[in-house]
């Protein structure tokens, strides 16, 4: 069965500084997608970014990049010049085929102003 | 922008009713899910449906039904109510393989 471990269940940084957030997975498929959610006190999940295990290059997505270490089974989430808009909780989620999410515990982040 | 409705925010039941959670989508997706969200849990999937009258059970789906009548809509429902059901619920849908799934703002059940 598939596990996404997230290892940090709070995390905060002061606003404009740099944060990454940790996320770790296994998974015995070959081809398989990767995404970090966002979940903001109004609760709704939004899509951040989702990197696809067999392109190399890392994803971006404006302020938010991923380092997707494929041997290592890494795919940790950077969030540069933090605004206070990105407080919220983040999931890490690994597709284990069939569409089927796989998430992690959620990391919570807070930023000081 | 894709719409995911869930019909209730906050829900508050008894043991032993027979619950109803409904979910409904306005992009003509293929696919739809139902998850519970617990803290130190993340998000875990009770069942998913890839078409109208398909299910699919996902990794806990103990005490839940599901019901897909009509494209558009998944329901998702507790039998028998019971207290460990307390949860926030969530339904997702998407357009199919190799695309994000789109959430629901969630539904917030409590079983006294």
């Known amino acids: 069965a598939q596990t996404v471990t997230q290892s940090q269940p709070e995390m905060s940084v002061q606003e404009a500084e740099t944060v990454t957030l940790s996320c770790t997975y296994d998974?015995?498929?070959?081809?398989?997608?990767l995404f970090w959610y966002k979940q903001p006190p109004s609760r709704q999940m939004i899509l951040v970014i989702r990197?696809?295990?067999?392109?190399?290059q890392n994803a971006t997505e404006n302020r938010f990049s991923v380092n997707f270490q494929k041997a290592a089974k890494s795919f940790s989430l950077k969030i540069s010049d933090s605004q206070l808009g990105d407080a919220a909780m983040y999931f890490c989620?690994?597709?284990?085929?069939?569409?089927?999410?796989?998430f992690g515990q959620g990391t919570r982040l807070t930023i000081n102003p | 922008d894709v719409k995911v409705t869930q019909s209730s925010r906050y829900l508050v039941k008894r043991t032993g009713e027979k619950v109803f959670l409904e979910c409904v989508q306005d992009?003509?997706?293929?696919?739809m899910f139902w998850y519970r969200q617990d803290p130190g849990l993340g998000l875990r999937l009770i069942y998913f449906?890839?078409?109208?009258?398909?299910?699919e059970k996902g990794d806990i789906p103990e005490g839940y039904s599901v019901s897909r009548e009509k494209k558009e809509r998944f329901s998702l429902i507790l039998e028998s109510a019971s207290t460990n059901q307390t949860s926030m619920y969530l339904c997702?849908?998407?357009?199919?393989?190799?695309?994000?799934?789109?959430f629901g703002d969630g539904t917030r059940l409590s079983i006294l």
């Open positions: 997702a849908s998407s357009p199919g393989s190799d695309q994000p799934q789109h």
């Open positions: 998974t015995s498929e070959s081809d398989y997608y």
């Open positions: 990197q696809e295990a067999y392109k190399q």
């Open positions: 989620a690994c597709e284990q085929g069939a569409q089927k999410l796989v």
């Open positions: 992009m003509d997706h293929e696919n």
């Open positions: 449906s890839y078409d109208v009258k398909m299910k």
